[in-house]
């Protein structure tokens, strides 16, 4: 069983860029798609983006704006989220998610299967 393990979070000020990766423990993202959702206090969970992990399609939520880019490290397993020109919108709990999604439906959470704990994004001054 693959359980999606984030880390990279942290504060960080407005205008600034932060790093998040995601990695396969106990497994591998093989043949899945590999998403990341966030979610504010008091509010709904918000894809961000999708990545499918043979094949490298993409798709982001409307929420980033061109800001945010994800990509892949085969060799390491490891699925990252580079984000730039974070706003104090942007403070969430980032989550990883895989499964075997099609296409359609990357931006669904309810269709994927693994989850990770998830790490806490602040952007403050």
């Known amino acids: 069983q693959v359980q999606p393990l984030e880390s990279g979070g942290g504060t960080v000020r407005p205008g600034e860029a932060r790093r998040l990766s995601c990695t396969a423990s106990?497994?591998?993202?093989?043949?899945?798609?590999v998403a990341w959702f966030r979610q504010a206090p008091g509010k709904e969970r918000e894809f961000v983006a999708a990545?499918?992990?043979?094949?490298?399609?993409?798709l982001y939520g409307e929420i980033v704006k061109n800001r945010f880019t994800i990509r892949r490290d085969k060799a390491k397993n490891t699925v990252y989220l580079q984000m730039i020109g974070l706003e104090p919108e942007d403070t969430a709990l980032y989550y990883c998610?895989?499964?075997?999604?099609?296409?359609?439906?990357?931006?669904?959470?309810?269709?994927?299967?693994?989850w990770g704990q998830g790490t806490q994004v602040t952007v403050s001054s």
């Open positions: 106990g497994g591998t993202f093989k043949f899945a798609t």
């Open positions: 990545i499918e992990w043979d094949r490298g399609f993409l």
């Open positions: 998610a895989s499964g075997f999604v099609g296409s359609d439906y990357y931006s669904d959470y309810t269709r994927y299967d693994y």
